[in-house]
């Protein structure tokens, strides 16, 4: 079964750069037609698509963050990473990584705190 943990600092300063990485296991982040996933759900608020990147290395964005935003893999790690620029507080969410294969989600990770503040 595919197990996806978050990782990355739980409090960011307003103007700096988050990184948040996704480290998968018993699976690879290769696998065909998966796309691997960044959510956040801001307190008080529901679900928001952030960005993901394709078993191909296709990236996709969210028009509302994409100039703020990059995703990377790292293949020798398995691993994902959100990078998120000039944060403010209004970033403040808990992040989850997860994976989509159709119109199916799989797995999610836990989910990791972020807080923006001075």
């Known amino acids: 079964q595919v197990q996806l943990q978050e990782s990355g600092p739980g409090l960011v300063k307003p103007s700096q750069t988050l990184s948040l990485t996704c480290t998968v296991s018993g699976g690879s982040i290769t696998t065909d037609s998966h796309f691997w996933t960044w959510i956040r759900q801001p307190p008080g608020k529901g679900l928001e698509w952030v960005v993901a990147i394709a078993w191909s290395g296709t990236t996709y964005y969210s028009p509302a963050l994409k100039r703020r935003s990059s995703i990377s893999r790292d293949l020798t790690r398995n691993q994902f990473t959100l990078q998120l620029n000039s944060v403010t507080p209004e970033d403040t969410a808990v992040y989850y990584c997860?994976?989509?294969?159709?119109?199916?989600?799989?797995?999610w990770g836990q989910g990791t705190q972020v807080t923006v503040s001075s």
């Open positions: 997860t994976t989509r294969y159709g119109s199916s989600w799989g797995s």
